[in-house]
């Protein structure tokens, strides 16, 4: 089981930037895949974006040019770096893990192939 604590959330204007993070813990960080993932009032969970073990990434076509996802293994820690917000952007962010995921998996951004949740972080774009 991995521990996961997501931070940066907060509210920002339109055009505006936030840096989301999360803190894993539990399993060895370099055997897990990372995502991010959100949830706006009335719709259904959304894969933002993910990272494979060996850096690969993966993003909805909604953010992508605006976010980009890292990790640092050193530091157990993934990112979101989140540009150019916009009103549509607001939502729960959630941090998810999964250890041992295929490569393959891991890239189609699908909530059930991950198993470990943190409690999300709120953004809010005005």
């Known amino acids: 089981h991995v521990q996961l604590v997501e931070s940066g959330g907060g509210s920002v204007q339109a055009g505006g930037s936030l840096n989301l993070s999360c803190a894993a813990s539990?399993?060895?960080?370099?055997?897990?895949?990372m995502a991010w993932f959100r949830q706006a009032p009335g719709k259904e969970r959304e894969g933002v974006a993910t990272i494979t073990t060996d850096g690969t990434t993966s993003y909805a076509e909604s953010v992508k040019g605006r976010f980009t996802i890292s990790r640092d293994n050193a530091k157990y820690t993934l990112y979101l770096q989140m540009n150019g917000l916009k009103e549509a952007d607001t939502a729960m962010y959630y941090c998810a893990a999964q250890i041992w995921l295929s490569r393959e998996y891991c890239l189609e951004r699908q909530e059930r192939d991950f198993d470990n949740w943190g409690r999300g972080t709120q953004v809010t774009v005005s």
């Open positions: 539990g399993y060895t960080y370099t055997a897990i895949s």
